[in-house]
């Protein structure tokens, strides 16, 4: 009991306990001092993993590559978003925030160290309870409405998670560890589908993801950062990542749906990304979208593929977190997080903007940036693995291929009107004097930028030589010993030499004037503010997309909102039998009697 | 020997209420307060201190098959507990909650006839005394719903009363056939005499049995009295009516007869896989429809119970587990959240989720509690539901019984979704509560919070340490089968 894993696990624990009757500063110092001791802890772990935890007679805890994956980055996310939670919390609601942080740590942490598959349903029920904990803070009209919805389809999923592992323990006993199962009969392959549905729900992938854009907008924004931006991303994937390298032995057939699924998850949410006025939601359907690479890479079965997938996940961590702090960061100042009233924060807040703009350029995957080289691995692989192919399988590959790059383009699109709409254009006038956001918030987003940017030029030296290729390894992905013909330093330095080349053409050419907005001789007031909102209404308003997106609004599609029609419908039938006339519930008896005597003979 | 005394107790103190409480209420609290207390420790003593050992006491000087007897083993240990927890539970929450009724000492006279009549179910070895000691339990139930006088309440008092008789008759024939058959009424000598019928004979007593205290479970298509019923009573007694009285009736009974007496005939375990799982989607379908608090939580009771059934259909120790498990977790989670309606009731003086707001504010025990206890009844970890839902899925699935898994799974999913409407609309809705019309007091908030404590604490039963002592022992009596008259016989 006095392993290092279970200290991992009951340090976080500890202090969420503590934090119920510390005041507000001792909550913060003390939520620090658990994430640090954690880290230490998993530090430690690098290179010499510790022995197993037994608990009644099995493996209870146990660390492998791909779960030091996990928690490594589980860490370090955690200590860079509470450092941006040290100052600016809402105070509302304050207290029980930090009782919910370290306890969403330490679930986190027991779900990727659990070995054994009743643990881990342990584990992964309480951080989607954590997460309703996070919704139930949220304020506005929608707020409780959306915390059903996130804890239906969250928590929801993990019975079926409880039915998948059931199934897959008929034939390999609970062990989530190198079970090998193989997709032969119909149990297994049950078993495989009710955890993909699980991992769909957390990490927020097509159908499922419904939950993640209406989280994003009304739960407190540190928290929107935190979970799906962040830690249901590393669980989902870790238990994706779980099953299609060793847990199960997943055909080709299977994967290819995967990977469509994947596809399906990238186009459609960026999509909708791209028509939000709301800054948060906008930033959740680009949490969505960006699953689907990691789908796509992970399940895809190519080694490149895979390692680009986990790497995406990494990536994809820090820039989504650092987009939403600094959203938030701005919200905070400006009193808003819906587009059309926000606009011109760069210049009261250029630090923020600096961070933001880095963090966009990366999930839109513009080289030399972290988001492209993760891209650039998953594309490789699946062209290689659709080289391998029958002819079939090539073309449905390429299909899902051309899909995923269609929707990087346009992240980019839509990453340029959010920048626009939050920190270009012109500015409001009732942001007049505002500040820049305090040191602790553009540190944190920093922080963040600064990781992105050296995940993208030092990949291969930091992070795929440390955690990614250890953990694909781990999940039986040997084969390669390249991450693509990509290099950064080259795209680099190709871009500083275009960089200043265009700045020589300017300054040698430079003959600029700059004036104030002329509108036809009107005084340039709020009504003639461009937004940004509606760069791409256009596409709203196309033929075939603008029923789809007439629908989609209606709600046409939410698996959650088809759900809750379908049983309301069916319980309103069933209420008509049940209108309280005794004769009728008389009969019900009868019925039963007779049924009973039938089947006694 | 104790097991007298748990039926002595409370007619005891049934009879005295009256006696030493005229006007005031007083008295009559304490004294009920006093020996349900006192029920509970003697229960604790009986399933803690004697686990292990089957007690029989005979009523007079002859044994079976002339005399009567009381027998006293783990299983009906812990329904003892189970009983008398709830019982003092609901007796704390109880006075100002029926003052508010406008209340006298009968209210705590008939409690404890309800109380004597569950015990005497449970620890009687005579299946003539069982009719009896079940007609005491269901006359004083029938009271308690009628108790707030209002128009409705003895509507549903009306219905209740004609389906307890049908279920009566129906269990009286059985009880004749059974009779005529084996020339006995002990529940072991019907055993011992059913083993050499034929199994026609068999089937009609069980057909019978089945349907009767099908009745008393609420199990689909038997079910209809239960939401007016358990709606209509003042909220302490519904704690009662779906926590207890439907297990110590319904379910309490059916194992005991179909187990103990019948050795578990795989028709009979086919069909409580059936209604089970009949009772598990219907149930929470017509639950989740529902805006009067109460009558969702009512519906609800049937759809549990039908976890508790689709486990005890299985016919594996695990299932065994998972049902006895899940019997004492229902009786926890779904007694706590009456009181919280009651709570609520009080407080805002209305049953319809429509009409409540947000009082996570002015209320904080009220929503706290309510929350633990819709986070259990959905199965979220770490509290007492998930792991017997856990069992239970398990077991179905081991048992080769994936269909039935999947059901309790899409009922476990359908369960989470309708509780969550409950806390949306009734506790943490968008609008806040401004006043409160009435208020919910310390008593009303120390068995909120005892029953919350419970939920976290009945999760420990999971740990296979603890499991040996608590659930194993009753499972073993149950999977003796017929072993266990045989058992009785030789005391």
């Known amino acids: 009991m006095d392993s290092p894993l279970v200290l991992v696990i009951a340090a976080p624990l500890a202090v969420a306990l503590l934090n119920l009757f510390l005041p507000i500063a001792l909550r913060k110092a003390m939520t620090v001092i658990g994430i640090i001791l954690g880290g230490v802890l998993v530090r430690g772990f690098f290179g010499a993993p510790p022995p197993s935890v037994a608990l009644f007679g099995t493996t209870a805890l146990s660390l492998d590559d791909l779960s030091f994956f996990s928690l490594a980055f589980i860490h370090i996310i955690g200590l860079i978003i509470f450092l941006f939670c040290l100052k600016g919390l809402d105070p509302g609601t304050e207290r029980t925030f930090l009782v919910l942080y370290p306890l969403t740590l330490a679930c986190a942490n027991g779900t990727v160290l659990s070995s054994h598959g009743v643990g881990f349903l342990v584990f992964w029920g309480l951080s989607g309870l954590a997460l309703y904990g996070f919704a139930l803070l949220g304020q506005g009209e929608s707020a409780s409405a959306t915390a059903k919805k996130t804890f239906i389809l969250v928590g929801g999923s993990d019975v079926f998670l409880i039915m998948g592992l059931a199934l897959a323990a008929m034939s390999s006993g609970w062990s989530l560890f190198d079970a090998r199962i193989p997709l032969a009969g119909p149990a297994e392959a049950l078993a495989f589908v009710f955890l993909l549905i699980a991992a769909f729900a957390k990490a927020g992938g097509f159908p499922l993801h419904t939950w993640v854009p209406d989280f994003s907008r009304d739960a407190p924004v540190e928290s929107a950062a935190f979970l799906p931006a962040s830690l249901d991303k590393l669980l989902g994937i870790y238990l994706l990542a779980r099953m299609m390298g060793g847990y199960f032995e997943v055909g080709l057939f299977t994967r290819m749906i995967v990977v469509t699924l994947g596809a399906l998850t990238v186009i459609v949410a960026v999509m909708m990304a791209m028509v939000q006025h709301n800054g948060r939601r906008l930033l959740g359907y680009h949490a969505v979208s960006q699953v689907g690479y990691m789908i796509m890479g992970v399940a895809s079965g190519h080694a490149l593929a895979f390692a680009g997938g986990l790497f995406h996940l990494l990536n994809n961590v820090l820039y989504k977190s650092n987009l939403f702090l600094a959203l938030g960061s701005a919200e905070k100042r400006a009193g808003s997080h819906d587009l059309d009233e926000l606009g011109g924060l760069a210049k009261a807040m250029p630090a923020t903007f600096a961070m933001a703009l880095v963090g966009a350029l990366s999930i839109s995957g513009l080289p030399p940036f972290n988001g492209f080289f993760s891209k650039w691995m998953i594309y490789q692989g699946l062209l290689e693995q659709a080289g391998g192919l029958a002819p079939a399988y090539a073309v449905w590959l390429l299909v899902c291929l051309i899909m995923a790059v269609f929707g990087s383009a346009l992240t980019l699109a839509s990453f340029m009107k959010f920048l626009h709409a939050v920190f270009l254009g012109r500015r409001p006038e009732r942001f007049e004097g505002l500040r820049e956001a305090p040191a602790n918030q553009w540190l944190a987003t920093g922080l963040l930028a600064l990781l992105c940017v050296v995940f993208g030029l030092f990949a291969q030296a930091v992070p795929l030589r440390l955690f990614v290729f250890p953990a694909a390894r781990e999940a039986g992905f040997e084969a390669f010993t390249y991450p693509g013909f990509y290099r950064p330093n080259l795209i680099l330095t190709l871009f500083v030499i275009g960089f200043l080349a265009g700045l020589a053409v300017y300054l040698l050419t430079a003959k600029t004037r700059r004036d104030g907005a002329y509108i036809g001789g009107h005084v340039p007031s709020e009504a003639f503010r461009v937004t940004g909102t509606d760069f791409y209404k256009e596409i709203t308003e196309m033929r075939p997309l603008a029923t789809l997106y007439r629908q989609a609004e209606n709600k046409a599609f939410d698996v959650y909102d088809l759900g809750s029609k379908a049983t309301f419908g069916l319980s309103h039938l069933l209420q008509r039998a049940h209108a309280g006339q005794l004769q009728v519930y008389v009969l019900f008896i009868l019925f039963g009697v007779l049924l009973f005597m039938i089947l006694a003979g | ?491």
């Open chain 2, 1 to 491: 020997m104790i097991t007298p005394y748990f039926v002595i107790i409370p007619l005891a103190a049934a009879f005295l209420i009256p006696l030493v409480s005229k006007r005031k209420t007083g008295p009559a609290v304490l004294l009920s307060l006093a020996s349900t207390f006192a029920l509970v420790v003697l229960s604790g003593y009986a399933f803690f201190g004697r686990s292990g050992e089957t007690l029989v006491y005979r009523m007079s000087g002859w044994k079976l098959p002339v005399g009567i007897n009381l027998v006293q083993d783990a299983f009906s240990s812990f329904m003892l507990v189970m009983v008398s927890l709830i019982a003092l539970t609901s007796l704390v929450f109880s006075p100002r909650y029926i003052d508010r009724l406008g209340g006298d000492a009968k209210y705590y006279s008939l409690f404890m006839v309800l109380v004597a009549g569950m015990n005497g179910v449970v620890v009687t070895g005579d299946l003539f005394n069982l009719f009896v000691f079940m007609e005491i339990a269901i006359l004083a139930a029938l009271a308690l719903v009628a108790y707030g006088g209002r128009a409705h309440e003895f509507e549903a008092a009306f219905k209740y009363a004609v389906m307890a008789s049908v279920s009566a008759s129906l269990i009286l024939i059985g009880i004749a056939v059974a009779y005529s058959a084996t020339s006995s009424l002990g529940l072991a000598t019907i055993s011992r005499g059913l083993e050499r019928q034929s199994p026609i004979l068999v089937l009609w007593v069980g057909g019978l049995f089945m349907a009767g205290f099908g009745l008393k479970t609420a199990a689909m298509p038997f079910h209809a009295w239960l939401p007016d019923a358990h709606s209509s009573a003042p909220a302490p007694i519904s704690a009662m009516l779906s926590g207890v009285l439907i297990k110590a009736l319904g379910v309490y009974v059916l194992i005991r007869f179909f187990y103990n007496v019948l050795g578990a005939p795989p028709l009979f375990l086919q069909i409580f896989l059936v209604l089970g799982a009949v009772s598990i989607i219907l149930g929470v379908l017509l639950a989740i429809g529902q805006w009067d608090i109460k009558r969702l939580l009512a519906y609800h009771s049937i759809s549990q119970i039908g976890y508790i059934l689709l486990a005890m259909g299985l016919d594996t120790t695990l299932g065994m587990i998972g049902a006895v498990y899940h019997m004492l977790n229902h009786a926890v989670f779904k007694s706590l959240l009456f009181y919280n309606a009651g709570a609520l009731e009080t407080a805002l003086g209305t049953r319809d989720l429509r009409e409540m707001g947000n009082v996570s504010k002015l209320l904080p025990v009220t929503s706290g509690t309510s929350l633990i206890a819709s986070l259990s009844i959905s199965g979220v970890p770490p509290f007492n539901g998930f792991f017997s839902k856990l069992v239970i899925i398990i077991a179905a699935v081991q048992a080769g019984q994936p269909l039935f898994a999947f059901v309790a799974v899409v009922g476990s999913l359908l369960t989470l979704a309708s509780f969550l409407k409950v806390q949306k609309f009734g506790l943490r809705g968008g609008r806040p509560v401004e006043r409160l019309i009435g208020e919910v007091d310390g008593g009303m908030k120390t068995a909120m919070i005892l029953l919350a404590a419970l939920c976290l604490v009945t999760s420990l039963l999971i740990v296979p340490g603890i499991r040996e002592t608590t659930i194993d022992p009753v499972v073993k009596v149950i999977m003796e089968k017929t072993g266990h008259a045989q058992i009785v016989l030789e005391k």
